[in-house]
């Protein structure tokens, strides 16, 4: 491994920075940066390096790390698999611990950590788990790092996509899983980008390689360094591997010069990452600083044709109504959805439900009373457990709307984001960073599954005037009827009690939205009311910003 001292930032180096951004964002209200320098605080305080494994969906990061551990812990398979984040390191003994959204923590075997984190056993992440923590002896060589395991990128189950994203700030060094067929894509290239930001320490996991013929072993790997090399500007090794036997030669490379170095050096690792992680935060903080010099070196006349002109009123209006209109549009559309993916589920939980009711009804005896009464007892049992798996199982299906609503949301703010960017660099000369960060899908929980009333008992008084088995199969054919009657009915509150909870997550999405569009333009805003007076303030600000960054990146040993 390379020597990593010269990249080490000093402690009190990392204190200054994140303390003077926050101080220059306080005072200049550049909200755009709150959750990058939150970002960098967390990571300054984390003892463990995050070694996270990324990628495609099928990459074969699981299988990756289940070869690694030895053991056939990760679930891997034909469809999307990972649901939730699963973090692996070292620890006196083999044990697992699940931790739930609600912060609840469960400690499981290792070997049932695929219930709570496969897509067969949790659909759509139904049993609301956040993170998987396993701890291993037999991880004793890689003491001082953490492996991540993440669920796939661009899958067809765009919660999967989400929870690696989100996760993305985190990193210490990745690992990008790319298979052989096709070796590297457009997507592999943006994710390396968006590390970029977090990390230096980039690898590529070049996966089932066994699946190419020896003499076209050597072109793919080139193909995939020139690939790299043309769209990224800095050193990323890449790695061949595969699980099948006759590679262990691909296996121990990996060991000896990426993780057993990590390892070694995981200190070197963290302040190097830590080190990258606040410059780029000082270089982000400086291009505002930057955009307000410009402003404030401008007469107080221009300065509002300079507002009209890059933040354009008509232009945030429309984006500003837009964004309304595309939470109420999904609204409006959520029950008709709701409704028509639970339209199949009433002749299937039917069908489920006359079975077993065909088979208990011949066990209750008595009078007709009697008989009603275990009948309702029996369906509200049946009902709220078949209401229930309906709802865990559909549930992916239901907060679709949400998510794409979220996509839809942050596509229209990074437009506006990117035609802002290019009006300030025309007008001022000034590039604006104009990534921005996806929408936080809020989770809208469960349902409250209940049963409602099943139906009016007043025909019961003709149990004084029939006996019961006289009446046996008319009240067998009456209670088959209220069971559509019910499954219908409780479908229908499912639907309706799925509504509320979906919109109510629409209109938040909505509201962070517009309160993000807001944001920015009053960020904007702020820079470019910068008058003359205020030029000596940012120019020292500046000055100290890139003192800063020559701090951060002088040798500490």
Not at 294 to 314: N, V, Y
Not at 348 to 366: I, N, Q, R, S
Not at 481 to 492: C, G, M, P, T, Y
């Amino acid at each position: 491994m390379s020597n990593t001292s010269t990249l080490r930032a000093s402690p009190e180096g990392v204190r200054n920075a994140l303390q003077l951004v926050s101080e220059i964002c306080r005072s200049r209200e550049i909200a755009a940066l709150d959750d990058f320098v939150e970002s960098c605080r967390t990571f300054a305080w984390e003892a463990t390096l995050n070694v996270a494994i990324l990628g495609r969906f099928k990459a074969g990061k699981s299988s990756f790390l289940n070869h690694l551990l030895g053991r056939e812990l990760l679930p891997v398979g034909a469809i999307p698999v990972t649901t939730v984040i699963t973090e692996i390191e070292y620890g006196p003994r083999d044990h697992a611990d699940v931790v739930f959204k609600d912060g609840n923590t469960k400690q499981i075997s290792p070997e049932c950590i695929g219930d709570f984190i496969s897509e067969t056993e949790n659909p759509g992440n139904a049993k609301q788990v956040a993170r998987v923590r396993l701890e291993l002896r037999s991880m004793a060589r890689y003491r001082g790092i953490r492996f991540v395991d993440t669920p796939g990128l661009e899958s067809v189950l765009e919660y999967n996509t989400e929870a690696s994203l989100d996760w993305l700030p985190n990193v210490g060094v990745a690992l990008v899983a790319v298979g052989v067929d096709p070796p590297f894509s457009q997507h592999d290239v943006e994710l390396i980008r968006k590390l970029g930001r977090y990390t230096p320490n980039i690898s590529l996991l070049l996966t089932k390689f066994d699946l190419l013929e020896d003499h076209a072993r050597p072109q793919v790997e080139e193909f995939v360094r020139k690939q790299l090399a043309r769209c990224w500007d800095r050193p990323v090794s890449v790695f061949p591997f595969s699980t099948r036997p006759g590679f262990e030669y691909l296996q121990t490379r990996i060991d000896q010069e990426l993780l057993s170095g990590a390892r070694a050096e995981s200190g070197d690792h963290h302040a190097a990452i830590l080190r990258h992680k606040i410059d780029s935060l000082l270089g982000e903080c400086s291009e505002y600083l930057g955009l307000a010099l410009k402003a404030a070196e401008r007469d107080e006349s221009e300065r509002e044709q300079l507002r009209r002109t890059i933040i354009g009123e008509k232009q945030y209006d429309d984006t500003s109504q837009a964004l309304r209109l595309i939470g109420r549009h999904a609204a409006g559309k959520s029950r008709t959805t709701l409704e028509a993916i639970l339209r199949a589920d009433e002749v299937l939980v039917g069908e489920k439900l006359l079975g077993a009711f065909d088979e208990e009804f011949p066990t209750w005896a008595g009078r007709l009373s009697a008989v009603t009464a275990r009948f309702e007892d029996w369906l509200a049992v049946a009902l709220a457990q078949n209401m229930a798996i309906v709802s865990g199982r559909r549930r992916a299906e239901f907060i679709e709307p949400i998510r794409r609503v979220s996509r839809h949301l942050s596509q229209s703010l990074q437009d506006f984001r990117n035609r802002l960017s290019e009006r300030a660099l025309s007008t001022l000369g000034v590039p604006l960073r104009t990534s921005e960060t996806e929408l936080q899908v809020p989770d809208p929980g469960p349902p409250d599954v209940r049963v409602g009333k099943i139906f009016d008992r007043n025909w019961e008084l003709l149990s004084f005037l029939l006996p019961m088995w006289a009446i046996r199969g008319i009240v067998r054919n009456h209670f088959r009827r209220k069971l559509a009657d019910a499954i219908f009915f409780n479908l229908s509150r499912l639907a309706a009690q799925w509504e509320e909870l979906v919109n109510e997550s629409i209109l938040a999405l909505e509201k962070e939205a517009v309160r993000r569009l807001g944001g920015l333009v009053a960020t904007i805003d702020k820079q470019i009311e910068a008058g003359e007076q205020e030029t000596p303030t940012i120019r020292n600000d500046l000055l100290r910003l890139e003192e800063l960054r020559a701090v951060i990146n002088r040798p500490y040993e």
